[in-house]
């Protein structure tokens, strides 16, 4: 461990964006959340990280942090701040505290002198408010004499089974270089589908709460045998038992459509743009968000268990949730696509090993 470079996680949740990091060589020394359900996941998933139940609005988090590494030399900070604030969806409120967590990652980054900092977040922060975010970030990292560089990077160019946008900023030490992305891994001919991720999995039509099971069908794709590396117990795959208006409803969607392929008086209580959407078992999934109530499985009358949207996000299966199944979901919907990470991390790597 003490070869490897050094990473602290803000705003970690369960630890996706580790993830990929240690799968690229990191050796993750802290996640940092204030979600202890959270924490819970990434202690369980991260055999030699510690975790730090923090809240970045607080001035004193910065010297806790810094007291959970003392002895280490930090190479690495990554974050992911919440991402209410700048999202799309919902209230676009400027003075929203939470668009302002990103401040911290710099007076962690200040005070570490690490030789890269990574901030990622929803595609919207480049251009919401004329640009104000995407600016005060970049300036942060000016001000740190970092180079800086930012892209946003669309998850099955890089073998993620799902459609999901997420902007990535990146300041490098000046001596090491500018950062330039990942050149894609995949074209849109070869990407990852749904049925390419989760068609091995149980069915759960009628065991709909079974906790800790077997795999009933072997592995059919090498995506899925990647996923099954290293476990032979099937976690996380508990279905959500639907009332039968419900399973009505779900199996009037053709697949791939959504309510607007419902008849007419179907489905009425749900009519936004995400409503009542199937998967299609030949493209990457709908983004997976911190829900579990609009999107159903490509063939099944039912939406989709902690295990399948995991899998749509490229955790493997022997990364086990904890906590309650809503908090289970939130935590792989907020979370970076291991996947994704690990291939921000090893290109990383390329400008990390220059000796400046």
Not at 64 to 92: E, M
Not at 100 to 107: G, I, Q, R, T
Not at 240 to 252: A, G, L, R, Y
């Amino acid at each position: 461990m003490e070869n490897k470079l050094k990473v602290i996680d803000l705003f970690s949740g369960c630890g996706g964006f580790s993830y990929g990091f240690e799968s690229a060589g990191y050796h993750v020394l802290l996640g940092v959340d204030n979600d202890k359900a959270a924490l819970e996941t990434f202690k369980a998933n991260h055999n030699n990280s510690k975790v730090l139940l923090a809240d970045l609005h607080l001035e004193n988090a910065i010297d806790d942090i810094i007291n959970a590494v003392k002895g280490h030399k930090i190479d690495v900070i990554i974050a992911g701040p919440p991402c209410q604030g700048f999202s799309l969806t919902g209230a676009r409120q400027k003075d929203d505290d939470r668009n302002k967590l990103f401040y911290s990652v710099f007076k962690l980054a200040k005070r570490l002198n690490p030789k890269a900092v990574i901030i990622e977040n929803v595609p919207g922060l480049a251009t919401l408010y004329d640009g104000h975010a995407k600016d005060a970030i970049l300036k942060e990292f000016k001000k740190l004499k970092l180079t800086s560089n930012f892209k946003v990077l669309f998850a099955p160019d890089y073998e993620v089974p799902q459609i999901r946008k997420r902007i990535f900023f990146v300041g490098l030490n000046s001596k090491l270089g500018k950062f330039e992305f990942p050149k894609e891994i995949l074209t849109p001919d070869k990407y990852n589908t749904t049925s390419i991720a989760i068609s091995d999995l149980p069915s759960r039509v009628k065991d709909f709460g079974i906790e800790n099971d077997k795999y009933d069908k072997p592995a059919k794709t090498l995506y899925q045998k990647n996923m099954r590396s290293g476990t032979k117990v099937l976690y996380n795959h508990v279905a959500t038992k639907h009332t039968d208006h419900v399973i009505n409803v779900i199996s009037q969607v053709p697949e791939g459509g959504n309510h607007k392929d419902l008849p007419k008086g179907v489905g009425d209580s749900r009519k936004f743009n995400e409503a009542w959407t199937r998967y299609h078992s030949n493209k990457p999934s709908k983004t997976i968000d911190t829900g579990h109530r609009n999107h159903f499985h490509y063939k099944y009358n039912r939406v989709p268990t902690v295990r399948e949207n995991a899998r749509l996000q490229s955790f493997p299966d022997s990364f086990v949730f904890h906590g309650t199944r809503t908090q289970q979901n939130k935590q792989v919907g907020n979370a970076v696509p291991p996947l994704l990470g690990f291939h921000v991390a090893k290109h990383l790597l390329t400008f990390l090993n220059k000796k400046p």
